[in-house]
Each structure stands twice: as C-alpha cells, then as structure tokens.
C-alpha cells in the first residue's frame, strides 16, 4: 500500500535549520508532482512548497529564499531545507503526493 513517512523534525532556536524528508512507497514516486503543506494550530492546513515531476519548484511567498524543495527519484524521498527557520514557521508539517496520498505529519517548533 502507498506509504509516505516524513522525518527529520523537532526543536529548533529562531535562525536555525532543519531538513524534513519524506519517504515514498507503494506508487510511482517519480511519476507524481510532490508538496508539502503545514498547518499551525488553530489554523488551515497551508501549502508551502511543490516540486513537479520534471523537478520543476513554486514556494509560498513567506518561505521563499528560506526552504528549498528538491527529490531523489531514485530513493523515492522529497526533501525540504528549512532555513532561517522563524516562531511563525513553527507547525506540523505533511508532505503530500498528487495521487492523492498524505504522510502522517511531522512537527516543527521554532522556539527559544
């Protein structure tokens, strides 16, 4: 069955970074564009990064210059570098694939 983990979470202090992975199985990794989303407590779960097939990136306004999208096709993984991480970064972040698939969510705390 399709599976996607995301890793790489945590605590981080206000400028600091992380590297959010999440591993796909169970489809066509390469076939399907690749987003991550994140929702913040008491708020709408927000699109934050895409990378297409063809490796082709978009990023939400506030997180642009900071997070860099990419893929390995061949170890069926996105990645997201977060840098200059801010409190308002601070969220449970999901990767999601176009077939209509989700991870379970990871948290980051920018704090502190």
């Known amino acids: 069955q399709v599976q996607l983990v995301e890793s790489g979470g945590g605590l981080v202090q206000p400028g600091g970074s992380l590297r959010l992975s999440c591993a796909a199985s169970?489809?066509?990794?390469?076939?399907?564009?690749m987003d991550w989303y994140r929702q913040a407590p008491g708020k709408e779960r927000e699109l934050v990064a895409i990378?297409?097939?063809?490796?082709?990136?978009n990023y939400k306004d506030s997180v642009k210059g900071r997070f860099t999208i990419s893929r390995d096709n061949a170890k069926n993984t996105v990645y997201l570098q977060m840098n200059s991480l801010k409190p308002e970064d601070t969220a449970v972040y999901y990767c999601?694939?176009?077939?209509?698939?989700w991870g379970q969510g990871i948290q980051v705390t920018v704090s502190s």
């Open positions: 169970g489809f066509t990794f390469s076939s399907y564009a």
């Open positions: 990378i297409s097939s063809d490796g082709i990136t």
């Open positions: 999601y694939s176009r077939g209509g698939w």
